[in-house]
């Protein structure tokens, strides 16, 4: 019996525990074309890896091998630039090819781009919010998708947000955010970053702070956000950090020396920025301050990798998408569980984790008290009678045996403790 987590829903697990010292990078490419790796996402515990020309590959053993997923003539002349998931689908961004759809075991692509026109625009981003899409477009502004991409629209109609050619998004629990090439009318030739509130009707613009000092900033080319805090990524400028939800911001001493910021991610304190030409840089005081993190990141005989341009991390590792393949690197131990991307941090939190023929269940709890835990089927029938269990202060481990139930999704519930938690596994 295979088991497979799906989606962790409401909450993801923080764990509080001692830093490692920075780990070496290992290359973890077998079975990839020799295709630059370009995008990276996840479902439970199988990761995605989109290639300059050569499509979507899937790794089921933590990435120590990758095997194609099916192809589609729109993958031979495009580069999937970004991808996304929701539940079991998976969403490949092309640049210039539109989006196409898949699911985790898929055998087709299916091609979604009612509202956006094949080949008419270059999608940069798509990220996914709940069971939302977002794409970022160069020449045609935010798109969003409420449909699982069968249908796409224009955000606000553009409404607040004058530059249409927007590299990247990124989002927390109230926001989401925008950076564009910063062609506008009042600062020409500048990167700006653009938020709109969930739930509003037009964008703002955030642009106190990108201060240039002679250079050229051309675009904000990745951003990344918790509720603590964002971070805009420029062409030659560097990392840009804000803690008001872009109001202002403020940049990373000597971040703008490390070629152009790719992509970025948070893992709790710790943060990490790809580029063009310098590699990887991480930091463990909360974006404050960098340091070069490229050991092991090289192949062969030549240098680190001339791009990095996306990460995801998966349980206590996280994955790099280069020029040079994929890479792989242990994550210190008190990022461990901690992701970016509008999730809360902290207690009360559930983390459901599939381990051989059980499923782990990690529970943080604000005081000691008692909670029940229901297994339920996608349809809300229960499994088995529900379980009492008493919970600790911190961090509780729970695990239950899933032998005797058939293939198919199904949502642990967690009630008590002042709060209903839920997460969801898949077992095939």
């Known amino acids: 019996m295979k088991i497979q987590l799906v989606t962790i829903t409401l909450f993801l697990l923080f764990s509080v525990l001692d830093s490692n010292a920075q780990k070496?990078?290992?290359?973890?490419?077998?079975?990839?074309?020799?295709?630059?790796?370009?995008?990276?996402?996840?479902?439970?515990?199988?990761?995605?890896?989109?290639?300059?020309?050569?499509?979507?590959?899937?790794?089921?053993?933590?990435?120590?091998?990758?095997?194609?997923?099916?192809?589609?003539?729109?993958?031979?002349?495009?580069?999937?630039?970004?991808?996304?998931?929701?539940?079991?689908?998976?969403?490949?961004?092309?640049?210039?090819?539109?989006?196409?759809?898949?699911?985790?075991?898929?055998?087709?692509?299916?091609?979604?781009?009612?509202?956006?026109?094949?080949?008419?625009?270059?999608?940069?981003?798509?990220?996914?919010?709940?069971?939302?899409?977002?794409?970022?477009?160069?020449?045609?502004?935010?798109?969003?998708?409420?449909?699982?991409?069968?249908?796409?629209?224009?955000?606000?109609?553009?409404?607040?947000?004058?530059?249409?050619?927007?590299?990247?998004?990124?989002?927390?629990?109230?926001?989401?955010?925008?950076?564009?090439?910063?062609?506008?009318?009042?600062?020409?030739?500048?990167?700006?970053?653009?938020?709109?509130?969930?739930?509003?009707?037009?964008?703002?613009?955030?642009?106190?702070?990108?201060?240039?000092?002679?250079?050229?900033?051309?675009?904000?080319?990745?951003?990344?956000?918790?509720?603590?805090?964002?971070?805009?990524?420029?062409?030659?400028?560097?990392?840009?950090?804000?803690t008001d939800n872009g109001q202002v911001w403020h940049q990373v001493p000597n971040s703008n020396l490390n070629g152009d910021v790719h992509s970025i991610l948070i893992a709790g304190k710790h943060v990490y920025y790809g580029t063009l030409f310098g590699g990887i840089f991480s930091s463990d005081d909360n974006g404050i301050s960098f340091s070069a993190n490229n050991i092991g990141l090289n192949y062969q005989s030549t240098s680190i990798p001339y791009l990095v341009k996306d990460f995801v991390v998966l349980g206590d590792t996280i994955y790099a998408a280069t020029t040079h393949g994929v890479y792989k690197q242990t994550l210190p131990t008190d990022a461990v569980g901690v992701e970016s991307g509008g999730e809360h941090y902290g207690c009360p939190s559930i983390q459901v984790t599939p381990v051989n023929s059980t499923v782990q269940i990690m529970i943080c709890a604000e005081e000691m008290g008692s909670c029940r835990v229901s297994v339920y089927t996608t349809m809300g029938q229960k499994t088995r009678p529900s379980e009492q269990h008493t919970v600790q202060t911190g961090m509780n481990h729970i695990q239950f045996d899933v032998n005797g139930l058939a293939p198919g999704g199904y949502y642990v519930q967690v009630c008590g403790l002042h709060h209903i938690l839920a997460g969801k596994f898949f077992v095939h």
């Open 24 to 242: 070496k990078w290992i290359r973890s490419s077998d079975g990839l074309p020799a295709d630059t790796v370009l995008s990276l996402a996840k479902i439970g515990n199988v990761l995605f890896v989109g290639t300059e020309n050569s499509g979507v590959y899937k790794s089921t053993d933590y990435g120590n091998n990758w095997i194609p997923m099916p192809t589609n003539n729109a993958f031979k002349n495009s580069s999937t630039w970004s991808m996304a998931t929701i539940d079991t689908f998976l969403f490949a961004a092309l640049r210039g090819g539109g989006i196409l759809r898949t699911s985790i075991n898929g055998t087709r692509w299916d091609t979604t781009n009612y509202g956006i026109g094949r080949g008419s625009k270059i999608i940069q981003d798509i990220i996914s919010v709940g069971s939302t899409l977002y794409a970022a477009t160069y020449g045609g502004g935010v798109l969003i998708s409420t449909d699982s991409s069968k249908s796409w629209s224009v955000l606000y109609n553009h409404r607040g947000i004058d530059d249409r050619n927007v590299f990247s998004l990124a989002y927390n629990s109230k926001y989401l955010f925008a950076g564009t090439a910063g062609i506008n009318k009042t600062m020409p030739d500048t990167g700006v970053a653009f938020v709109t509130p969930f739930g509003g009707d037009s964008w703002h613009t955030i642009n106190n702070g990108f201060v240039r000092n002679g250079a050229h900033l051309e675009g904000v080319s990745a951003m990344c956000a918790n509720d603590s805090v964002v971070y805009a990524g420029t062409d030659d400028v560097g990392i840009f950090r804000s």
